[in-house]
């Protein structure tokens, strides 16, 4: 089990749709001019004219605390870092089967034609050298944050505690 296990923290209200992560990460794994990135941003639009919403998921591989793909993987290409928790894949062992692939709920495993399968990492060279993932480090809205779960789960906590107290108004806080 890993010592700390690493994750992204995303803040929906915060997306504005920009991409710049997508770009970031394109850029930072020298990805083939075909558009494939390893984050990729959804937009979901909501309700009928006049009460229309439009929102942007951005997502990349999860890092699963139980990862599917590596219990599939039939090379053991697949691993978890015991220092971090991050889901890496050693090119010298993957065969290309696409197995990881039909089991991430996520689609984070790419294939290059003709080639092994490769995901975020969280841009571990990096990580390791104590920076944030391109894509956080680009996204102007600061809706993606990187770091250990628990202190990015700490921090949503907190602010959702804020949002309550506002929510319930000052007047009804002093009675």
Same mark, same amino acid.
């Given at each position: 089990?890993?010592?700390?296990?690493?994750?992204?923290?995303?803040?929906?209200?915060?997306?504005?749709?920009?991409?710049?992560?997508?770009?970031?990460?394109?850029?930072?794994?020298?990805?083939?001019?075909?558009?494939?990135?390893?984050?990729?941003?959804?937009?979901?639009?909501?309700?009928?004219?006049?009460?229309?919403?439009? =929102?942007?998921?951005?997502?990349?591989?999860?890092?699963?605390?139980?990862?599917?793909?590596?219990?599939?993987?039939?090379?053991?290409?697949?691993?978890?870092?015991?220092?971090?928790?991050?889901?890496?894949?050693?090119?010298?062992?993957?065969?290309?089967?696409?197995?990881?692939?039909?089991?991430?709920?996520?689609?984070?495993?790419?294939?290059?034609?003709?080639?092994?399968?490769?995901?975020?990492?969280?841009?571990?060279?990096?990580?390791?050298?104590?920076?944030?993932?391109?894509?956080? =480090?680009?996204?102007?809205?600061?809706?993606?944050?990187?770091?250990?779960?628990?202190?990015?789960?700490?921090?949503?906590?907190?602010?959702?505690?804020?949002?309550?107290?506002?929510?319930?108004?000052?007047?009804?806080?002093?009675?």
């Amino acid at each position: 089990m890993a010592t700390i296990q690493l994750g992204f923290s995303f803040d929906i209200f915060r997306c504005s749709g920009c991409m710049a992560c997508m770009v970031a990460c394109f850029d930072q794994n020298d990805m083939p001019g075909n558009g494939s990135t390893f984050r990729h941003v959804s937009r979901i639009e909501a309700g009928e004219y006049p009460q229309v919403s439009i =929102r942007y998921v951005s997502l990349a591989c999860m890092h699963c605390g139980d990862a599917p793909c590596i219990s599939v993987c039939p090379t053991q290409a697949i691993s978890k870092r015991s220092d971090n928790g991050i889901v890496v894949v050693s090119p010298d062992f993957c065969i290309g089967c696409h197995a990881c692939a039909t089991v991430c709920p996520f689609g984070a495993p790419q294939f290059r034609e003709g080639s092994t399968m490769r995901k975020c990492d969280f841009c571990l060279a990096r990580a390791k050298n104590g920076l944030e993932p391109a894509c956080v =480090r680009t996204c102007p809205t600061r809706a993606l944050q990187f770091g250990p779960i628990e202190k990015l789960t700490a921090q949503k906590a907190q602010t959702a505690s804020k949002l309550i107290v506002w929510s319930v108004g000052p007047a009804s806080v002093l009675h």
